[in-house]
Nanobody, 119 residues
Framework: VQLQASGGGWVQPGGSLRLSCAAS????????MGWYRQAPGKKRELVAI???????NYADSVKGRFTISRDNAKDRVYLQMNSLKPEDTAVYYC??????????????WGQGTQVTVSS
């Protein structure tokens, strides 16, 4: 399974970016899909996660500004980021939990995409 993330870049404070992550390969079904981020010198943290049933959770720091969504037909997950702040600067990683036909789930990570928010 491969994950290809895109959509990162540089934006001024208050701006918006949309991240996209496409999964490909041997996938029977996808359970959770999520976005994590890691800023320099900090641990990787959960940003948002969406279950196969559509339940969504956000980190408190992004609630009301970020929106996660998924397209099950295309095996894609998106992160719409609005009202961006300098503290949102980080490498953003997509993550999915995949079944290959059994009840066991396997974790996969994208390569990371840089988001820089500065004036």
């Amino acid at each position: 399974v491969q994950l290809q993330a895109s959509g990162g870049g540089w934006v001024q404070p208050g701006g918006s970016l949309r991240l996209s992550c496409a999964a490909s390969g041997s996938i029977f079904s996808i359970n959770n899909m999520g976005w994590y981020r890691q800023a320099p010198g900090k641990k990787r943290e959960l940003v948002a996660i969406i279950t196969s049933g559509g339940t969504i959770n956000y980190a408190d720091s992004v609630k009301g500004r970020f929106t996660i969504s998924r397209d099950n037909a295309k095996d894609r997950v998106y992160l719409q980021m609005n009202s961006l702040k300098p503290e949102d600067t980080a490498v953003y990683y997509c993550n999915i939990a995949v079944s290959h036909g059994t009840r066991k789930l396997y974790d996969y990570w994208g390569q990371g995409t840089q988001v820089t928010v500065s004036s």
